[in-house]
Structure formats: structure tokens, C-alpha cells
């Protein structure tokens, strides 16, 4: 359905709005153009150090598009996909202990219990682009769209000895939990537009909506012993916006200058709620822990264990949990662009916004572009950009079971204003705000070449943040000590840091008509950019530099400063030459780096993930076999490539996790290309 896609590398704040900042990206849908369907398939065919040859992630899709066009002009185009992915995974054994001490079953207990790699989903997608001229100044246009996706990915295996986890007479095995996804999604849009007095007018109204339905399967709820379900509907997330705009466009002449007048309004509407989940996934039961035979295991002062609470691996929204809040947000902007030469174009934009909850801000951006020839321009902006905090860092609110050194940890993500986070010190939240400034030039030295080149400098203050996990003994019993009891550990968003990004893209294109013997084309494009945080702008809470925790401190910051690549190169070139088409891609992916959070009041340290550059090549080649049908294959990741492999793989005799969690997770999820090996594809296309 996407006939292209239009990217403004400004920042576009003042034109956009809030989440503009650093650029806009346009997807443009297809009107009365033909269309086609087309069928793929493929699977990883990948072999693995130490796993040795898997064959998984079996994708295949299937996807049909078609547009019709009738009168002066007006169209529909409607186009619809089916696509079902499997799982793959890439977890080794685990070589801890899986039963009691003394339990026979130990010597037979399998080891290949855990689960790493791409989820099992599966999806039904449409969509509709129409429009209706009803005269040369009138025309009424719509779209909409609809998707579905039902997912499935896992968490950590609970083994049989974990009794705080596992209720034994349910899963006297253990069990690998899995979480499923529900997504409903949709949107539609109408309007209308035209001209009237010299003016071009856009007016228009579009509304969208998603729901997160959470469902927990294979688990069980230990604190409800043997009353625990192993199937739990946890709860759904939701959110919908209404946009209404009008916007209005006209050239004048202004000293014999033409000069460009935009300008619109805006009104937003949205919600964000939690709907809670069922009872069992959340309650807590008081049941202790129990033993194969359904008895209480008691310590040697005769005390029973109250099993964790909740559905394991994502314990359910609770009541307390659940939220419904909603906001308004008014906009008004103005743009202005003028050719003061023939060479010269100069233009500023100004947009005032109001949000219900924030409050107003004022952005700006000034553009200009020079070109002394038709071969060179010289382009450059500065902007101003406001954002609000989303309704969901607000009032988003979940717990979800981690393991630290081999051992679980119910961590709760807290909304700043609930009475745990201000226990914690957190405050309410503020907007962001930035200045982009951004330069560039294009180029044609010759008939066959062309190479842009854009500098970028985007400074953030009061950016929003996720703070460290607080997950000392000292924060548990901080929390038990004020009526929180079961709640291993918090965090929650924060206005902490400024930040200042600095990057660089160069891309250039080359083709070579080889008249008879086809067409060549080359690209090359390369990013270097650095993140830092050039301010901690809110320090550590009295309340948490008590307990011996830090607000941001080294894992979160690295987060931000090196755990993405400061540099990718992207090499391609294609051939084409009658029915036959060769695709080659390259793509370089530079350093990343996972810190750890240092422990405190501990001399075991578990040491940064670091991940080095790798380059990874795709490949394909096309044929068409009639008029319209056209079959491809392809590889990507031919090679085979994966990240470095974590080394630290802890120690059990000593209960030390490592990086990889005892060497069952060799590879880590901030790679950028993933770790799931080379993929082999075939696809089958038919214009229309």
C-alpha cells in the first residue's frame, strides 16, 4: 500500500508538533495505481557454535494490493496481508541443578529448558485509500486501516527446585512460561479539500486505536498452591488519538517576490488506560510453599515460605494497577518560504501548542538554501522543539519477574505519581525540550553521481528516562517497612538528564547505463553519530542515596551513550538486464556496549557485554518468468554472522550468573542485527 516514503531530516517541530523534533517521515499511499499480489516464504538456515545446524523461524506472508480509478481523477486502492512467523531460538543448556538435592530425577533432567530469539507471531493486516473529486475545487478523500496480531514469546524456565515458583503437583517438571499478545489495531481518516479565493484548504479528521491484551500461559500463581490456573488473562493495555486539522496554503507576491503562506490548527484528543486483569493473575493467595505432595515446606525453626505472588513470568495488572486518563492538546502554527533570489530561499515557521496537562510552548524554525548552480546547494536550519510526556510514561505501571545473580526479582515499573515512586522520590514529570541545529550541501559532479552530506547537533534538557532498577535488600525492606510487601524492586520515569546528539550522513548514488549489457546502480551511505549526557540534571533522592541506590547512574547512562552504534556504513548495488535482476547489500554495524549497574556493598562485579563491529551481507536475484510474475530468492545474512559471543558465562558452584545467566543466553539483545543467523528466502510476485 505504500507507494513512497518522503523524509524531512530538519527538525520540524514548529510545523509538526511535539514528536517532530529530530525530522518527519511522510508515508504516501497509493492512489489509482495498479496493483499485484505476491507470496514469500523462508526460514533460518543458520549453524551455531556449540548448537551446531538449526533450521527455524519458518516465515511465510502473502499480500494482494489493487486500485481502481473512475471520472476526473477520483480512485480507491485497497490492499491486504497475511503473515505467520515462527520462533526461533538460541538459548544453550542450562547446567544449574533442576530438582531438590537427592532427587533422583536429576541425572535425566533435560537441559534445553530455555528460550532466546524472535517471538511466534502472527498477523492479518488492510488497508483503503480513496478519493472522490466532486468538482475542480472540491474533493473528498478517506483511509483506514486494521491489523491483528497474535504473538507469543517466553520467559525464564522455572526449574522444579524454584518451589517459591512452582507449585510441584502442577508442573513437577518446571515450566517455561509464555506471554501472549492480543493486538487490535485500527485507524481512519476523512476529509475534504479544494481551493477558494486563492487559498488551498485541507480539512480533516482522523482517529486511531490500539489494544494490548496480555495472556500468560504454561504458568501458575505459587501463592495459590493448587487452586493456581496455568493459563491467565493479565490484563490489557489501550490507547486511542483523535486529530482534527485544517490547514490552509497559498502563494503571494511580496516585492515582486513570491512568497509561500502556510498555515493550521490542530486539535488532539487522547486516552491511555489499563484495564486490570483477572483475579488469579495477580492475588495473593498466602499459600506457602509446598512439596510434590501438596505439604508445606517448613525451615528448621518450623516457619513456612509464602510462595511469590502473581502469574510467573508477567504477574497481571491489578485493580490498583488499572487507570483510564485522557488529555486535549491545541496547536496553531504559521510558515512562511520566500525565493529572495533565483538562488536563495529563506523561510521560518512559528507553531504555538496547549496541552490540557502541561500547559502551552512556543517553537520555532528558521531554513535557508543556497544554490550558485544547478549542480550545488548549501542548506541549513535551527528549530526549537517542545514535547510533553506521553500519557504512558505517566501513568504506565507493570511488574515483571528479572533474575539477579540467578535468583528472581519482581521489579515494578512505577507511576510517578503513586505513593511507592514518591516514596522513591520521584516527582511529577515535565516536557522536554530541544534545539536542533542542522547543515548540509548536495552535489552532482557528474551526469551519473550525486552525494548529500547533512551535519546534525539536537541538545534535549529534562529528557525523560527510564531511572536504574532499585533492587537492593535495603529498597525491599523499604518497601515492606510502608505497607508494600512481595515488591522486590521499583523504577519509574524521570525528568533526569540533557543530552546533546552529534551525527553526520553521507549518502551518494551512482548509475552506469550499459546500454545493451543493462544498468548499474550503486549506494553508499554512512552515519556517524555520539550521544552523551551532558547534564544529570536531577540528583539521587535522599530517600534512595539512604538505601545505597543511585537515580541514573552507569546502566542507564550507557544505555543512552554507547548502547547503540555511533557508526553504520550501508554499501548496495543492483544489476538489471532484461528479465534478470542481482541485488547485493552490505551493511557495517559499528561498536555497542552494555554497562552494568555496579552492586553495592558487594566485591562481585559482573562485567560490561561489549558486542564489536560486524558486517553483514544480503543477496538476491530476480527472474521474471512471464509478462507480470516475477520470482526471487535471496539470503540475508549469507554468511552467516553473529554478534560476539558473551564469554562470562558465571559460575555455578558459586551461584554467579555472568553476563550470559550460567551460559544459557550467549548472546546479547542489544545486538543490532539480532543473533538469529543467515535467513533464506523465495518470493513469488504478480503485477497487476
Known amino acids: 500500500m505504500i507507494d513512497r516514503i518522503e523524509i524531512l531530516r530538519d527538525g520540524a517541530a514548529a510545523q509538526y508538533g511535539s514528536d517532530a523534533i529530530a525530522g518527519v517521515i511522510n508515508i504516501i499511499l497509493k492512489g489509482a495505481s495498479a496493483g499485484g499480489a505476491s507470496v514469500q516464504a523462508g526460514q533460518f538456515n543458520t549453524d551455531i557454535e556449540g548448537l551446531g545446524k538449526r533450521n527455524d523461524g519458518g516465515n511465510i506472508a502473502a499480500s494482494a494490493d489493487q486500485g481502481y480509478s473512475w471520472g476526473n481523477g477520483s480512485y480507491v486502492h485497497a490492499g491486504i496481508e497475511w503473515r505467520n512467523r515462527a520462533m526461533t531460538n538460541r538459548a544453550f543448556n542450562d547446567p544449574r541443578l533442576q530438582y531438590l538435592a537427592g532427587d533422583p530425577r536429576e541425572s535425566t533432567a533435560r537441559r534445553d529448558t530455555h528460550w532466546s530469539g524472535d517471538a511466534a507471531t502472527a498477523d492479518v493486516v488492510g488497508m483503503i485509500n480513496a478519493s472522490q473529486n466532486i468538482s475542480e ?371 551518494a548514488n551512482y548509475g552506469l547505463d550499459l546500454k545493451a549489457n543493462g544498468v548499474m546502480r550503486f549506494t553508499a551511505g554512512y552515519n556517524q553519530n555520539k550521544t552523551r549526557v551532558t547534564k544529570v540534571v536531577v540528583n539521587t533522592p535522599a530517600q534512595l542515596g539512604n538505601l545505597n541506590e543511585t537515580l541514573f547512574g552507569r546502566a542507564e547512562r550507557g544505555r543512552i551513550e554507547v548502547g547503540q552504534p555511533r557508526n553504520n556504513l550501508v554499501l548496495s548495488g543492483s544489476y538489471e538486464r532484461g528479465k534478470l535482476g542481482l541485488n547485493l547489500r552490505g551493511q557495517r554495524f559499528g561498536e555497542v556496549t552494555g554497562r552494568q549497574q555496579l552492586a553495592t556493598g558487594t566485591a562481585l562485579q559482573v562485567p560490561d557485554v561489549e558486542l564489536g563491529a560486524k558486517f553483514i551481507t544480503d543477496v538476491s536475484a530476480s527472474y521474471k518468468l512471464l509478462k507480470r510474475a516475477t520470482l526471487s530468492v535471496g539470503a540475508d545474512n549469507v554468511f552467516d554472522v553473529y554478534p560476539d559471543a558473551i564469554t562470562d558465562l558465571g559460575n555455578v558452584a558459586t551461584n554467579y550468573s555472568g553476563q550470559g545467566t550460567f551460559g544459557v543466553f550467549r548472546y546479547s539483545g542489544l545486538s543490532p542485527f539480532g543473533f538469529n543467523g543467515r535467513f533464506l528466502f523465495a518470493r513469488v510476485a504478480y503485477s497487476l
Do not use: C, M
Open 137 to 507: 475545487n472540491l474533493q473528498l478523500y478517506g483511509f483506514g486501516s486494521f491489523g491483528r496480531r497474535d504473538g507469543r514469546s517466553t520467559g525464564f524456565f522455572r526449574r522444579p527446585l524454584q518451589n517459591t515458583q512452582v507449585v510441584a503437583r502442577i508442573h513437577p517438571n518446571g515450566f517455561l512460561p509464555n506471554i501472549e499478545s492480543n493486538i487490535d489495531d485500527f485507524s481512519f481518516g476523512v476529509g475534504a479539500k479544494g481551493t477558494a479565493k486563492g487559498w488551498d484548504w485541507d480539512l480533516s479528521q482522523v482517529y486511531g486505536n490500539n489494544a494490548f491484551q496480555f495472556i500468560v500461559s504454561n504458568s501458575n500463581n505459587a501463592s495459590l498452591g493448587l487452586n493456581s490456573p496455568t493459563l491467565f488473562d493479565a490484563g490489557t493495555l489501550g490507547f486511542g488519538q483523535a486529530l482534527t486539522n485544517f490547514d490552509v496554503t497559498r502563494e503571494v507576491r511580496v516585492g515582486g517576490k513570491p512568497v509561500r503562506l502556510s498555515s493550521g490548527a490542530e486539535l488532539r484528543w487522547e486516552s491511555y488506560s489499563i484495564k486490570a486483569g483477572e483475579e488469579a493473575s495477580y492475588l495473593n493467595g498466602r499459600v506457602p510453599v509446598l512439596d510434590a505432595n501438596g505439604t508445606p515446606i517448613r525451615n528448621a525453626a518450623g516457619n513456612t515460605t509464602i510462595a511469590l505472588v502473581g502469574s510467573q513470568v508477567f504477574p497481571g495488572f491489578s485493580p490498583a494497577d488499572a487507570t483510564d486518563q485522557s488529555r486535549t492538546a491545541t496547536a496553531a502554527y504559521l510558515d512562511v518560504e520566500s525565493d529572495l533570489t533565483k538562488k536563495w530561499l529563506v523561510g521560518a515557521a512559528a507553531r504555538f501548542e496547549n496541552f490540557s496537562d502541561f500547559g502551552s510552548q512556543a517553537t520555532g524554525k528558521i531554513t535557508t538554501r543556497f544554490a550558485p548552480t544547478e549542480k550545488f546547494a548549501i542548506r541549513g536550519a535551527a528549530s526549537t522543539g517542545f514535547r510533553a510526556p506521553s500519557l504512558q510514561q505517566s501513568f504506565f505501571t507493570s511488574t515483571a519477574t528479572t533474575f539477579v545473580n540467578g535468583l528472581p526479582v519482581n521489579i515494578k515499573t512505577l507511576p510517578v505519581a503513586s505513593r511507592e515512586a514518591r516514596l522513591l522520590g520521584a516527582r511529577e514529570l515535565k516536557p522536554e525540550n530541544s534545539v536542533n541545529l542542522s547543515a548540509g550541501i548536495t552535489l552532482q559532479p557528474s551526469k551519473n553521481l550525486t552525494v548529500t552530506a547533512d551535519y546534525y547537533d539536537i541538545a534535549i534538557t529534562d529528557r525523560i528516562v527510564l531511572s536504574e532498577n532499585f533492587i537492593g535488600t535495603g529498597i525491599v525492606n523499604f518497601f515492606a517497612q510502608n505497607g508494600f510487601t512481595g515488591l522486590g524492586g521499583g523504577r519509574y520515569f524521570t525528568n533526569a538528564i540533557n543530552t546533546k546528539t552529534n551525527g553526520l550522513d553521507v549518502v
